[in-house]
């Protein structure tokens, strides 16, 4: 079959993710299939492929969207798919997901730009403080803040509502590490931590004003705990049969689910460190 | 059936009200902008993720303000397009006159017409912000028109027929559309959001009313 991989020139920037598309090439063509990079000047001759798969960013403004609605126009298997794009890309389309199907994760609210003082006073006595303040279309880490006061939670939302309508207000959880549970055809793909780093409170923090990431610790698929493999499955069937990356915090309460991303990272040496047969599980869900 | 709009005359809920509640019927969404990240979208996707019917729904907002979407969902409903190419940068095969149709995230109104070849190099540079995103050329061939349609009515009578079935076929309720003239034949060109003031809001009122009786 003819793979197409949707792509920007970004994402051979990294040393890492170029090693990782190549790798995904390379089992592509050891399975017998053809693997093509295109490129969005290419969007238009998506039909003529047998499957999509998608790594450059979605986002329903950006040109992996058109590719992969044309890829489901025109009947093709498609990593990400339009629907998967539109829902994960969106944190307060996320909210209303998890409320509806009563995902265990941190409390929290919309927030529009009222600035009552009933208004404010129902945040801060339902989510405490600090809070998280995220824009809808936050990714990798960016966009997201966390106010310690009423003065700097008013300072930031005031910002964010300068492009957003609406922002998501989340209860501030304390932790070393994140759960990052790739998902694939709502089956456990890869288990990693995705870590903190020192003097940090987000994966990629901005340290002494420079961007630092924690380390990820890949960890073997199998060792995931059964409470948490049954909430990232029962989630992922809400939004389809596709990849995702769930971000999940581990708490005395027990798990919290931050976030379920379409397009999850995958970088040579960390997702895929453990569970290396990532690439061919990929691709056989594609092709299939 | 619940009408969900900024007008109050004609609705049951407002978009803020509507986005703070759970959704139990199905929805009508009238807004004159369902931009993604704008308010007639998020009202669409919150009806969407408590599983209930909405018009527009998220795939056809997104289908008829993508340009290319568009246009490959006018083809495959027969509706007359008179193709198009998308391109990030001019490379020296591109004929004039031309309209040139941003496909990015930020513009909206990016409707430009070209019709000398030395500028449109300059052009396409700009509207793909420097070949971040594509943009969209159709061949201009006949007279250019920007036309409202409201629940399939129209602002221009001689293109009642078109936008009535523009409406059957993308289901959104008000929108501006580029068409151009050819030989007497309407062409589809572009899909973008309505200005407040280019609605005829008598009209979209009365066709609420006919659609929520046959509801």
Redesign the interface.
Known sequence: MRIACFVEAYNFNDKSEQLALLEFKSTAESMGHTFEFIF??D??KVPEYDALFIRATT?????A??AS??AE?AGLPVIDD??SI??CS?K??LH??FQ?NNIPSPKSL?F?GDYSREALDDIFSTLGFPVVIKT??TRFSSHVEKANTEQEFIKISKQFLRR???LVIQEYIQSDFDWRVGILQNQVLYLCKYCIPRGGWKVKSKINGRNVWGDTVAVPRESISPELEKICISLSKCVGGGLYGLDVKETDEGYKVIEINDNPSLYKGYEDAVDTDIYEKIIDALVL | MITVSEDEDDSDSSP?TF??Q?VHDSVLNINHDYR????GY?VS??AE???MDVTPN??EI??AY?N??LI??AR?NGMPTNGY????RSNGDLDTPVMLLA????TNNSMKIVRSSSRLAGMIKKMSMDAR??VSLHPVKGEVLEIVQMLGESTNSETSEFTRKFFEIFNIPICKLIVQIDDGNIILNHCEPAMMREVKWDIVSDRIHEIKQRA
């Open positions: 969005k000047d969007i238009t986002d329903p403004g950006n040109s969207y058109i609605r044309l126009q339009p629907h539109r829902t969106n307060a389309i209303d997901l509806k919309l529009t809808p279309y957003s309508k609406i | 803020l986005l703070r759970p993604y990240l704008r308010m998020y996707a919150h993720t408590f599983g998220c795939t997104m289908d993508r290319p979407l490959e969902k495959r190419r998308l391109v990030t496909v990015n995230p930020f995103f594509p």
